[in-house]
């Protein structure tokens, strides 16, 4: 029913790159790990049981799950869009845009 997620990255600074590299293996990681899978962190990655579910409820429960744990596991990035692309198969591929969050505020907070 879902495919892997597209992972659009907006507002980024691409000169920083490296900074902007580790954001999108993170989520790139967190996305594409079905939650319970890790050993380390049962928690980490996506529940999966939206997908037992009609399908605008089972949008909108992905979409809640893409935000908390973008919040939970990368926190200096913030959910912008959701979006979601049907193919003729049925199938769909969620499209999450991710913006940056102020980053300037928290290295202020770091220098001091």
Known sequence: MFNKPEVLMDGFNYL?????????????????????????DRHFGIDQSFESYPLNVAQNLFALEVIEKTEEYE????????????????NMTPRITIGLKDMEEDDAEDEE
């Open 75 to 90: 926190s200096r990035a913030e959910i912008l869009d959701i979006s979601f692309s049907y193919e003729e198969d049925g």
């Open 16 to 40: 920083d790159a490296t900074r902007l590299e580790e954001i999108q293996r993170n989520l790139g990681c967190l996305y594409g790990t079905a939650e319970g899978t890790c050993p380390g």
